[in-house]
């Protein structure tokens, strides 16, 4: 093994000839598989240890190329997990102890069928096809499944377990392991080091995904070296652009105690803004801090399991862009690019999409239509408001622009809207009176009149009523009644929420409650009692200077409400206390 040659490809100076003739040197010696495995591991030890030094103590020269080291060296042990290792020989790696489907084994003379209780060689590979299983059993007890459309490869022993998850997913029950010898799986993204766990791995489109049920495993990103270690009920995504934090699974959302906190590390909407320069005639007084911090709400996309939120308008931010979060992979994704070149003050771009607005609690989300819904709001570049109805289809990635009859809200700021999937109406109030859209008859109705201007609602689809919430107040309106009419109720306990205006506001169906939040306490609201009961707990995020709006929502699949409140902060989750 030439050790000058490793050396310069784990300091990052390595040409592509040399990189070749260094692989070229492993194929033709695998007994210096050991040695080189060694010594990629020492470089990602050094990493560690050079990135905690403090800048006075550590030496310059090898502070300076830190980040150049862990990617080298992880990126060779991900590259001697691979091919590298077809020429190590017959070494037995385990049992194939269940296969279900047309499976494969991927070896040096190619496919050939795979059967249970044959055994995996060093070197093989395994493939699933779209509705083939492989569960693999090593002599200590550990198993690994290959989920269907799955592809892993280079199995060997040395110096631990290990082999690259080329493409798909697996579960592993990894037994304990020696610490100088963990299990190592590969992506092309990155690389899993495991000492004892049970988990799950994906490799798909460009994104390394781990979710860690039991133990803990490191995730490394072979780009720089940046890692995370993921525990039990958290996970973390790695790729090209996304370095690896570890993050609560839903599990850890369903295990919160009642009536607590959770924030989600890492999870700035920002992070996935658009570029400020490709796009700065978007940019505004706040740039897309604005969406949510000037006067901007959201709605929950029950289909998705996820947050979306659309906001900016007036001086604050032009981007018409939509974000949503998703309670799956806890992670922002922008929906769409704005508009290059928005028609500031008019109500549509040249491109036929919306202009960007302050969209206050006019959002909703229609589950029948599977449509995102937005009325009223401040346009961008001006004072005017919106009086149009417009969609947004999640799977077409498109607006929509209704022509919609009947009698409107003024769409002036301060709108509160709330959809009810029993009447299949929008229900929406103004500083004026309050009205229904009929969504599938694109129809609007004034059913009479009343001040709710800058209040929030939800619907409490036990009882049928539209409950109206802020500036002082309490309304209710019955929406399954043939006239409805608007009757103030008179609560008690809830007085710093029912104060303030614009506050978060949603029904939770299995506690049976109408839920706040302004900041500070989360309040609850028997619709029977009347009475609001107060949950103080630690944990909570700073609220919206502006307001809270529809960024607060109850999540069915996780029993507990999220919310986000800056662009520059963690989302956060909240579990109900029990009632």
Known sequence: MDDALLAKFLSGEATDEEVARLRAEIEADPSAVDAVVDAAQLELDLAEVLRATPAAAAPKSRRRFWIFFASAAALLIAILLGSLFLNGGSREIGTIVKVEGKCQRLGPGGRAPLAAGETLFAGEGIETNGRGRVVLRYDDGTTVEFAPGTVATGFTLRPGKAFVLDRGSLTGDVKRQEANQPMTIGTPEGVARVLGTKFTLSSTAGSTRLDVEKGKVRLTRTTDGKSADVAADQMATVGPTVAPVARPTSAAILKMAPGSWLAVPGTPLEAVAPDGVKFAATRGILGPAGVIAAWSGGAFDTRRGRLVVWGGGHTDYHGNELYAFSADTMSWQRLNDPTAKPNLGQEENSDGTPNA??????????????????????????????RAIWMFDFEEKKWSRKSSSGPSPTGEIGTTCAYDPVTRKVWCGDGQGFYSYDVDADRWARHGDGDLYYFTSAVDTKRGFWVIVGNGKVFAVDIRSPHPVLQPWTTTGGAALVSQGNPGLDYDPVRDRIVGWSGGAVYALNPETKAWIATDAPGLPPPSPTGIYGRWRYVPSLDAFIVVTAASGNVHFFKPASQ
């Open 357 to 386: 607005r302050a969209t206050y609690n006019g959002l909703a989300y229609l589950s029948q239509a599977d449509r995102f819904f937005s009325f009223g709001g401040r346009l961008a570049g001006g004072d005017a408001g919106s």
